[in-house]
T-cell receptor, first 115, second 113 residues
Framework: DTAVSQTPKYLVTQMGNDKSIKCEQN?????MYWYKQDSKKFLKIMFS???????INETVPNRFSPKSPDKAHLNLHINSLELGDSAVYFC??????????????FGPGTRLTVL | AQSVTQLGSHVSVSEGALVLLRCNYS??????LFWYVQYPNQGLQLLLK??????LVKGINGFEAEFKKSETSFHLTKPSAHMSDAAEYFC???????????FGKGTRLSVIA
């Protein structure tokens, strides 16, 4: 009964490769996000999607391309990986109506290591 | 623009002592404020949130926080620390219910036996 799930949990890859991280939520939420947590634990928003539409792109390099095939999924594809992309990536979701509409639910994170 | 400042990147307390983690925010509009906890190698769990209702907010695991508009603060407290409270704590702000969170840099809480 996992609420927000991410795969894989760990991802180790070489510079220059292309990789994807998947996120799924079974909460029926309309809005989903990607956050990046760097090596100093600083968390920053990358993208925000509402009903499969991109709402926010926080000056993320265009090597990062989110894709939302449906409201329950928000995947993150990264081209030409760089050392600086090493981080933990968190997916989150939020309902747009109802009692908990201002609360974000986070996935367990994907630790990406670029060698 | 909104921002969050967490004073002290590392706080160490003895087991049974008061926990106080400080958070100050900057916001041009009445904010929504949150405290999240992150245990090692895990995701973020919501401890509590302020959404313009009661200024004293009670959360899970015995934590509470008080919203003080005059001080632009939302400090997190717990009367008696347990070893299991050792974790990273993040304060976050959003302009409204439907905007992304802006996080502080986090405070690592250590609890000494």
């Amino acid at each position: 009964d996992t609420a927000v799930s991410q795969t894989p949990k760990y991802l180790v890859t070489q510079m220059g490769n292309d990789k994807s991280i998947k996120c799924e939520q079974n909460l029926g939420h309309d809005t989903m996000y990607w956050y990046k947590q760097d090596s100093k634990k600083f968390l920053k928003i990358m993208f925000s999607y509402n009903n499969k539409e991109l709402i926010i792109n926080e000056t993320v390099p265009n090597r990062f391309s989110p894709k939302s095939p449906d409201k329950a999924h928000l995947n993150l594809h990264i081209n030409s990986l760089e050392l600086g992309d090493s981080a933990v990536y968190f997916c989150a979701s939020r309902p747009t109506t109802g009692a908990g509409y201002n609360e974000q639910f986070f996935g367990p994170g994907t630790r990406l290591t670029v060698l | 623009a909104q921002s969050v400042t967490q004073l002290g990147s590392h706080v160490s307390v003895s087991e049974g002592a008061l926990v106080l983690l400080r958070c100050n925010y900057s916001s041009s509009v009445p904010p929504y404020l949150f405290w999240y906890v992150q245990y090692p190698n895990q995701g973020l769990q919501l401890l509590l949130k302020y959404t313009s209702a009661a200024t004293l907010v009670k959360g899970i695991n015995g934590f509470e926080a008080e919203f003080k508009k005059s001080e632009t603060s939302f400090h997190l407290t717990k009367p008696s620390a347990h070893m299991s409270d050792a974790a990273e704590y993040f304060c976050a702000v959003s302009r409204s219910g439907n905007t992304p969170l802006v996080f502080g840099k986090g405070t690592r809480l250590s609890v000494i036996a």
